[in-house]
């Protein structure tokens, strides 16, 4: 098909060649290198610390009124704090994770 320059596009792409570098492993997470899958796994525990706050709070407000009116809480009061420590948890497990994952890029033996 012929654009307005006068050039025409291809239809098909070039062979790849032989002696092209092996691609690097591609990342779940999307990112482009170590350091931003770190900062990634960063902003999920934050999120995780986020959403951990909110269901503690919802706990509260819910037992507050489940005391001073006839609203029954008990149920969704225990279910949201047990949400809300298992998102603690798992934010600790992301911190590790990270902690881990970012002591290994670290080259300790050139100190030496």
């Keep these: 098909m012929p654009w307005r320059d006068g050039s025409r596009a291809s239809s098909t792409a070039p062979a790849p060649s032989r002696s092209a570098p092996a691609k690097a492993p591609t990342r779940t997470c999307g990112c482009a290198s170590s350091r ?3 900062a990634c796994a960063f902003a999920g525990c934050i999120a995780l610390l986020t959403l951990c706050a909110f269901l503690i709070g919802l706990t509260i407000i819910l037992l507050f009124l489940g005391e001073t009116t006839a609203f029954r809480s008990n149920w969704s009061a225990v279910v949201s704090f047990l ?23 670290l080259d300790f033996h050139g100190l030496k």
């Design 83 to 105: 949400l809300g420590v298992g998102c603690f948890l798992l934010a600790l497990l992301c911190f590790l994770a990270e902690t881990l994952f970012a002591t290994r890029l």
């Design 36 to 38: 931003n899958c770190t």
